[in-house]
């Protein structure tokens, strides 16, 4: 498979006959901060066995130029040597020393050295960012995760900068307005793990210490990083704080020292991703920086991020997946543990397994119900195929599976074959079966059985409780139904709701049963008086989908938010919203009970998924008729709440970033802009910089905000997020000359950051301007194949994603669709499932739709 894909078969190759001794990369970037320097230098040795001497191989490498390749001191014609993704040598010795010099190109994706200029004070700045595969756009590299080498980077950069790597540095030396930077070795690490962060960062500075069980004491500095503009809204003590009761935590779990020498934590501009586990040098959006005031939802999903990325420092960094088939032995592990630490590790954070069942197990359920659903353990042919299943199968099923494994093998049990694992294969590489020998060890269980049901198989299953009674109102028989193409063990909790003196609806009675076949009696339930509410999956023990009888249904039509439970309402507020998903319930019925019991949600990670899930409910699955009346109604409903809820709380504010996201008629409107003038005033409701754009983009959408006023707030906010939102909010004008614009931006030329590319595509493609933007669904099939060929891949997905035409459902847009996938059979595949995935998501759509009309 030549050019910029790799295939499995080819690593395979290659690793079967070459070990890595070692990388030493040079890199120059003092050309950084000129806008017309487009390149850097890089130049990478390598030192590296060959167990079939005269054999050949190549080096992976993007860049616009190569100027020298010299093996076992031989020069090498590097015009004819690398080949524009490649770098081919022949003639190999047992031990070879490979220099290869080139220019190396600043990227505006993401993807690679990213440079990003500061709007507010000019400043430039650097990070790398690789996984799965771009650390070849930087240096010179086998990019495959089981060739690791210590890897030694020597960076220069202009004198103000500070510089970090993996490692901790050395000599620092200034020269001409530069300094040079000399980092300490690495650990074995691979090469997509390996990170630069360069530029004039704001850093914040700590230490951990602990004593380990030989007596000896580890002493890790830790920073925390963001550009100096960012510096005024800084937590660094709060994250920092996170990160102590991490390493605390899992110190204790894992009894391995963390092995990577410093902690740095660098929060950088127009990143892909939430974070990425680069040993010593961990990077995240900085998003995670909060401008403005932000709900204790989003200090918990940071929380859980740094604990996330923290556990990749043993599963993933220390002890790494041999090819991305076994991805999951690292980020379905970091996903569980992200919401495992949270509790563990004493943080406040304590309804972190809430957030996971009713957020987390969301975006599993839709990825496992797409015609591309996978096993957790997938078949991963080449680098296009990673890129993709990085995906809610990967991180959120996984997970959830890994809770399961949990409560069966028994929490000792776990982590101490989680430490036989990182002692035996300490930077190494493992797949499946190296991970389940150390569980069956400790355990004492066969779990290949386990791992056939669950990790090894795709989909889905959904759990129905079936009762029956006798004419006083007991129990004569509880079953519970499984379906789905795949029967899998299930351990559940039943829960028996009744209401208590209060109204409030309580657990009344719990069962516990192994759920096996397409039927299983509960026997323990007969006798019992018929509760108001069975909830099925209680204490959320499993995988799966929840349905109701048709008496438990009505409870919750009329009780809903009275469940005292925090875990209980969160899992009967997924439950409904499947139902509406699978096309079961009607959305605006849906609709109705967000609208009766919203309201009383205390979780605010809960009330903010029951906002954009309603919403949805009302942009796709709901009777286009009943469309307007839908919107109208949250629209009432979250002005009614902003002005119940208590003055300055988090409800308060995430009832007017609601106000703003479904504001549409004149007095919900009339308000929006009273907000943002003084004219009008809610008690308690900041109205900081980030709910002043959420306002805006309310005004623009409608026709209702100029050019000038537009123009005037970003003068006012002249910082990267500004920009964002200030491109989101003049894609959102109901014009075509808008919607052409925001096309234009992204389609006809790839100059755009990453940032404004996901800025102009989220204003253009608005649901409530169908009308303007079906003429560019023909376009859109038209270039998916130039689009896919011509940009990165971050951006490719980003097009094929953001511009499918959605909005559209209607049976006209789905054939087209289909005709397109019927007639470019030999795409990419990773092209293919993308469109797939759409296409699958706008025929739901249109099944929700027929199920609301009736």
């Known amino acids: 498979m030549p050019g910029k894909n790799l295939s499995r078969e080819e690593a395979q190759q290659r690793a079967g006959i070459l070990a890595v001794d070692g990388y030493e990369v040079r890199l120059d970037v003092t050309s950084a901060p000129d806008p017309a320097a487009a390149t850097f230098r890089s130049t990478t040795t390598v030192r590296f066995r060959c167990s079939r001497p005269g054999a050949s191989t190549f080096l992976d490498l993007l860049a616009p130029a190569v100027r020298s390749v010299t093996l076992n001191g031989r020069a090498l014609d590097a015009a004819t040597a690398y080949d524009g993704a490649r770098v081919h040598v022949d003639g190999l010795a047992a031990e070879n020393v490979l220099t290869v010099e080139a220019d190396c190109a600043y990227s505006r994706t993401g993807e690679g050295l990213h440079r990003f200029v500061d709007p507010a004070d000019g400043e430039t700045y650097l990070y790398t960012h690789y996984e799965p595969a771009d650390a070849r756009r930087v240096f010179a590299t086998f990019e495959q995760p089981d060739l690791k080498a210590p890897f030694t980077f020597t960076v220069t950069a202009p004198a103000e900068w500070d510089v970090r790597s993996n490692a901790v540095h050395g000599n620092v030396t200034a020269e001409d307005g530069a300094r040079t930077w000399e980092f300490a070795p690495t650990k074995p690490i691979s090469t997509y793990l390996t990170a630069v962060v360069a530029g004039p960062y704001h850093v914040e500075r700590d230490h951990y210490s602990r004593e380990l069980a030989d007596g000896t004491v580890l002493d890790i500095p830790l920073s925390a990083m963001c550009r100096k503009s960012l510096a005024p809204h800084f937590d660094a003590d709060e994250i920092l704080g996170v990160t102590k009761l991490g390493l605390d935590f899992f110190h204790e779990q894992f009894g391995y020292p963390y092995p990577f020498g410093k902690y740095d934590q660098a929060f950088v501009p127009e990143y892909n991703i939430g974070a990425m586990e680069n040993p010593g040098c961990v990077t995240f959006k900085e998003d995670f920086v909060f ?39 690292k980020e379905s592990f970091a996903d569980f543990m992200g919401a495992y630490a949270l509790i563990g590790a004493n943080t406040r954070y304590s309804s972190a397994w809430v957030t996971f069942a009713n957020q987390r197990k969301a975006w599993a359920y839709r990825q496992d119900q797409l015609p591309t659903t996978h096993p957790i353990t997938a078949d991963i042919r080449d680098l296009e195929d990673a890129k993709l299943n990085f995906d809610g199968i990967t991180y959120a099923k996984g997970a959830a599976v890994l809770k399961q494994l949990v409560a069966y093998v028994g929490s000792d049990a776990f982590f101490e074959g989680s430490r036989r694992y990182f002692q035996r294969h300490a930077f190494g590489n493992t797949e499946l079966a190296d991970l389940l020998d150390a569980l069956e060890e400790t355990s004492g269980r066969d779990l290949k059985s386990w791992a056939a049901a669950w990790l090894q198989t795709a989909g889905v299953n959904a759990l129905t409780p079936q009762v029956t009674t006798d004419a006083e109102g007991r129990i004569t028989e509880l079953a519970v139904l499984q379906d789905g193409e795949v029967s899998r063990p299930h351990r559940i909790a039943i829960g028996l709701y009744d209401r208590d003196a209060d109204g409030t609806l309580v657990r009344a009675g719990r069962l516990e049963v192994d759920v096996t076949g397409a039927r299983t009696v509960v026997p323990e339930a007969a006798g019992r008086t018929r509760p108001a509410l069975v909830l099925l999956n209680d204490e959320d023990l499993t995988y799966c989908k929840v349905r109701f009888d048709e008496e438990s249904l009505e409870a919750l039509r009329t009780g809903l938010g009275d469940i005292g439970d925090d875990l209980a309402r969160a899992l009967a507020w997924s439950a409904v919203w499947n139902l509406t998903r699978d096309a079961l319930m009607p959305a605006r019925d849906y609709v109705a009970l967000v609208l009766r019991f919203a309201g009383q949600e205390g979780n605010i990670g809960v009330l903010q998924s029951l906002h954009t899930q309603a919403k949805t409910a009302v942009d796709l699955y709901a009777d286009p008729a009943w469309r307007g009346e839908g919107a109208r109604l949250l629209a009432d409903g979250a002005l009614r709440e902003l002005r119940a809820a208590v003055p300055g709380s988090d409800h308060q504010l995430a009832w007017a970033r609601f106000l703003a996201q479904t504001a549409g008629g004149a007095e919900h409107l009339g308000l929006v802009r009273g907000l943002l003038t003084g004219s009008a005033r809610i008690d308690g409701l900041d109205v900081d910089q980030e709910l002043r754009w959420a306002l805006w983009l309310a005004l623009a959408a409608s026709g209702q905000a100029s050019d000038e006023e537009l123009a005037a707030e970003l003068a006012a906010d002249n910082t990267a997020g500004g920009k964002r939102q200030y491109t989101v909010c003049l894609a959102a004008r109901p014009t075509p000359e808008a919607k052409a614009s925001a096309w234009s931006a992204v389609v006809d030329s790839d100059e755009l950051p990453n940032a404004l590319v996901e800025a102009n595509i989220a204003g253009f493609a608005l649901p409530s301007h169908r009308d303007l933007t079906a003429l560019y669904a023909a376009p859109y099939f038209k270039l998916l194949e130039r689009i896919w060929s011509e940009r990165t891949i971050e951006i490719a997905i980003r097009f094929v994603g953001g511009f499918f035409p959605i ?13 397109w996938l019927d007639g470019h059979p030999q795409a990419a595949p990773a092209l293919r499932r993308l469109v797939l995935e759409r296409r699958d998501d706008l025929a739901r759509a249109l099944r929700a739709q027929a199920c609301d009309r009736g």
Do not use: C
Not at 807 to 819: K, Y
């Open 291 to 329: 401008r403005s005031k932000v709900t204790d939802a989003a200090y918990e999903n940071r929380a859980n991020v740094i604990l996330h990325e923290m556990a990749h420092m043993w599963f993933g960094d220390l002890v790494t997946p041999r090819w991305w088939d076994d991805l999951w032995l």
């Open 807 to 819: 909005a559209q459902t209607d049976e006209p847009t789905l054939a087209e669709a289909d005709a």
